[in-house]
């Protein structure tokens, strides 16, 4: 048997202009010298980037060694039209979907729509079924999104738990959780998975913080709690080489903690930044397949 190593992931999002464009693929190509496992591209709910999200991925997909795992948001999409991006991604090379909600702006859904994430996963392997000739080589990854603090819709924390069996029952692989701050949430969080009978790999999602502009704007994005020790050491740093030390150093603890908890990797938000996620790579020195990559070892 092969060693196995934890795996590595990073999250990107599409650019939204030429500039952001061609500091990103800087970035791509630097995250893609630490041969992570696969890259994930965001997507905006009902698709308003649709076509740059594609672009990207396709770029991934010829340009580098990357593997991409696309976002799929089915708020606001018509079943019609999530079927055919979904056919798209598949007939494009894609082997990998995140299945999610996404947020609607103005909080609604279209009748007849996918509501929730564990439809669009059904939705994934309904049209995977349609390509079974083309997919021998492989099936297609579905991942999902879980929880290691209570999702702000959600009355409960065990419902997030019933929600997330719903997605593995519904034919997800994996799921990667939303940004978290103490490592007991996501201690907590496999604890209670596990003991309901939640089997997926849960790859804990961590975020280097670096300011604590960036920590209210996710706080907002994500509807996390600011954390106020994190916040408090952040304000009290007189540099932003200090705030970059101060917002890796918390992030290495983060990780260390799950990987001692038993996560199967790690998955880095990047902001589509590569200079604090490769600190935190160097500090947390994840053990790597050997550098001639995965193929080498068959
Ligand atoms: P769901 O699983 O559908 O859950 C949403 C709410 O509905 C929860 O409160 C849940 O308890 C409830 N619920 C779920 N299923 C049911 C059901 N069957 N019946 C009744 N209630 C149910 N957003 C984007 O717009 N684009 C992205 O690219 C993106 N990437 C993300 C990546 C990760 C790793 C994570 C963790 C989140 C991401 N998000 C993204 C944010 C995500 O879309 C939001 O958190 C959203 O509010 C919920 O998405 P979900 O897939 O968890 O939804």
Same mark, same amino acid.
């Given at each position: ?7 590595? =992931? ?29 890259? *994930? ?6 698709? *308003?980037?649709?076509?740059?999200? %594609?672009?990207?991925?396709? +770029? ?24 055919? %991006?979904? $056919?798209?991604? #598949? ?11 996404? !947020? ?8 007849? $729509? ?9 939705? #994934? ?35 997030? %738990? ?10 997800? $692989?994996?799921? %990667? ?7 007991? !949430?996501?201690? =907590? ?5 596990? /003991? @309901? ?5 849960? #790859? ?20 996390? !709690? ?6 408090? +050491?952040?304000?009290?740093? /007189? =540099? ?15 990780? +260390? ?8 990797? #790690? ?11 490769? !600190?935190?790579?160097?500090?947390? $020195?994840?053990? +790597? ?6 193929? @080498?070892?068959?």
């Amino acid at each position: 048997m092969s060693p196995s190593y934890p795996a590595l =992931s990073y999250e990107l999002y599409p650019p939204r202009n030429a500039a952001a464009e061609e500091s990103l693929w800087t970035t791509v190509r630097r995250l893609e010298d630490t041969r992570p496992d696969f890259v *994930s591209v965001t997507y905006g709910a009902a698709g *308003s980037n649709r076509e740059t999200a %594609i672009d990207l991925l396709r +770029r991934l997909l010829t340009e580098t060694t990357l593997k991409p795992l696309a976002h799929l948001t089915c708020v606001g999409s018509s079943r019609t039209d999530l079927a055919a %991006i979904i $056919d798209r991604l #598949i007939g494009g090379g894609v082997r990998g979907i995140l299945a999610l909600r996404g !947020d609607a702006p103005d909080g609604g859904v279209q009748e007849g $729509d996918v509501e929730h994430a564990d439809g669009l996963v059904r939705l #994934i392997r309904e049209v995977e079924a349609q390509h079974t000739a083309q997919l021998a080589a492989g099936r297609v990854s579905v991942g999902v999104a879980a929880y290691a603090t209570r999702h702000p819709d959600s009355p409960t924390v065990e419902q997030d %738990i019933e929600v997330l069996l719903a997605k593995e029952a519904a034919g997800a $692989d994996f799921a %990667i959780t939303q940004v978290f701050f103490r490592s007991s !949430d996501y201690a =907590s969080l496999l604890r209670r998975a596990r /003991r @309901a009978g939640v089997t997926l790999p849960i #790859i804990p999602g961590v975020m280097p913080l670096t300011s604590t502009r960036r920590l209210k704007k996710l706080s907002g994005l994500a509807g996390v !709690d600011v954390d106020q020790v994190l916040w408090d +050491r952040l304000e009290g740093a /007189r =540099s932003d080489e200090e705030r970059r030390r101060v917002g890796v150093a918390a992030t290495v603890d983060l990780a +260390r903690a799950a990987l001692d908890d038993g996560a199967p990797g #790690i998955h880095l938000y990047t902001f589509n930044e590569h200079a604090a996620a490769l !600190d935190v790579l160097d500090a947390l $020195d994840l053990e +790597r397949p050997p550098q001639a990559g995965l193929a @080498a070892s068959l």
